[in-house]
């Protein structure tokens, strides 16, 4: 996973993504928000296809790694590149965990937890207000 002190590909000002993200996406994107467990579009969806980063596009999960880990959020056990996702610890909440963002915009998507299924024993734990989802096209 990258560092996610880096700068970003896409820098936009607060008032730019403002614009361009609705309230919801606003806040979880830009401000770190979570939406509710069992809230979300894609917790409970299965299609086949990628995840992408509902702000810039970058595409961040597979469906075939998407798997229930019934937390009421998306959950994948890995990224399409390991590049495409950057990290940093998140102190606030009273915890210690490994935030994640779109490594091309600073996105907030979620966090990653070790107590994922094989082969890799992660867990990103994804909003699905930070995602949208791309159909895999047969051609
Ligand atoms: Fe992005």
Excluded at 92 to 105: D, K, Y
Aim: glycine share 10%; charged share 30%; net charge negative.
């Amino acid at each position: 996973m990258g560092d996610g002190e880096k700068k970003f590909e896409i820098e936009k000002s607060e008032a730019q993504w403002r614009e361009l993200l609705d309230e919801k996406t606003y806040r979880v994107t830009r401000q770190c928000g979570t939406e509710p467990p069992f809230s979300g579009k894609y917790y409970d969806h299965h299609e086949d296809g990628v995840y992408a980063c509902v702000a810039c596009g970058a595409e961040l999960f597979d469906s075939t790694t998407k798997y229930e880990s019934g937390s009421g959020w998306p959950s994948f056990y890995d990224a399409v590149d390991e590049e495409r996702v950057a990290t940093r610890e998140d102190r606030s909440a009273g915890m210690v965990r490994t935030e994640i963002l779109c490594a091309r915009c600073g996105a907030h998507l979620g966090h990653v937890f070790r107590d994922g299924p094989p082969p890799t024993g992660l867990r990103f734990c994804v909003n699905s207000a930070a995602l949208q989802f791309i159909p895999r096209g047969d051609g």
